[in-house]
């Protein structure tokens, strides 16, 4: 019972990602092709918006659901990784048409293939899992 509020959040949260089409493969589709801004300008106000509460959570000692406050930990400067990172996602965004996020919503609009994603995902995470330890990280 304590998690409602969170399903309720992720509701909300799918119905807006749907009313703005935020889900759909044609304007991912447009995104790649840098024929629509839609897409640059909602990853864009995404990414503002997680600068200005980043900011505001090192600035006031903001506290998490536990009670302990949230620390942002040192990271290293490493960008070989978050290449291959970036382009392993990037990659698996084009062939499926959809970004990781809205798996579960594409689900709950009714596009049942997208189980084979969500499928496809818990396997590669249980695989990442397994072989975590022999990757250079």
């Known amino acids: 019972m304590k998690f409602v509020k969170f399903l309720l959040v992720g509701v909300v949260f799918?119905?807006?990602?749907?009313?703005?089409?935020?889900?759909?493969?044609?304007?991912?589709?447009?995104?790649f092709?840098?024929?629509?801004?839609?897409?640059?300008?909602?990853?864009?106000?995404?990414?503002?918006?997680?600068?200005?509460?980043?900011w505001f959570a090192?600035?006031?000692?903001?506290?998490?659901?536990?009670g302990d406050f949230i620390s942002m930990p040192a990271k290293e400067?490493?960008?070989v990784r978050y290449l291959v990172g970036g382009t392993l996602?990037?990659?698996g965004w084009a062939l499926t048409g959809a970004c990781p996020g809205p798996i579960y919503i594409l689900i709950g609009n009714g596009f049942t293939i997208f189980l084979v994603v969500l499928l496809s995902a818990v396997i590669g995470t249980f695989t990442y899992g397994?072989?975590?330890d022999k990757l250079p990280h």
């Open 58 to 66: 090192k600035k006031t000692s903001l506290k998490g659901m536990n």
């Open 33 to 54: 092709r840098f024929q629509s801004f839609h897409m640059y300008g909602v990853i864009g106000s995404a990414v503002v918006l997680g600068v200005i509460v980043i």
């Open 14 to 31: 799918g119905i807006t990602l749907t009313k703005a089409e935020i889900i759909s493969w044609y304007r991912i589709y447009e995104m």
């Open 89 to 91: 996602f990037g990659l």
């Open 77 to 79: 400067k490493v960008w």
């Open 130 to 132: 397994l072989v975590r």
